[in-house]
Structures are given as C-alpha cells and as structure tokens.
C-alpha cells in the first residue's frame, strides 16, 4: 500500500463496488419487487425507492468489504527465516 498513494488506494476499494452495487441492484429488483415481499412477510411498509436505496448500500457494503479484502491479501508477507541449520555460525 505504500507505493500508491492513499486516496488512490481508497478509489480502487470503493468504485469497483460501486459499478457491482449498481448492477447487482437492478438485477436483483428486476427480479423480486421489495414492497410485495415485505407486504408477505408482514415487514415495515418502506417505498420502493426506500427498498432499492437500502439494497444498493447493502451491496456495495459487501461488494467494497470484497475489494478491501483483496487490497490487503496482496500486500507481500513479511519473509519469515527459520532456524539455523547446525554449524553455519558465522
């Protein structure tokens, strides 16, 4: 992380899930319509417009935790050295 700068770092976590939020938003609400399944399960009335905001955060929510994630796993490892092989003391 240190050979780019952080806002750049930032960018590259957030716009990628942005661009998947968004398009995991209008598959999922072409798909299901939220007011008529909280309607059924009795849920709290809340608008379609309610129902799509709070599903695209969630999706890019999850979708920016798997950008961070991917951000820190490729940092390189800190080499580990074993323990010294018999008689090669210097």
């Not at 599903?55 to 580990?80: D, E, K, N, R």
């Amino acid at each position: 992380m240190s050979q780019i700068p952080k806002i750049q770092w930032i960018i590259s976590v957030l716009w990628p899930g942005f661009l998947v939020a968004g398009a995991a938003t209008i598959v999922t609400f072409t798909v299901f319509d939220p007011v008529e399944i909280s309607a059924c399960t009795g849920g709290p009335y809340i608008s379609h417009t309610g129902w799509y905001s709070l599903g695209f955060f969630l999706f890019w929510l999850m979708t920016a935790l798997s950008s961070l994630l991917t951000c820190y796993f490729q940092q390189p490892c800190q080499v580990v050295q074993g323990p010294e092989e018999p008689g090669q003391r210097g």
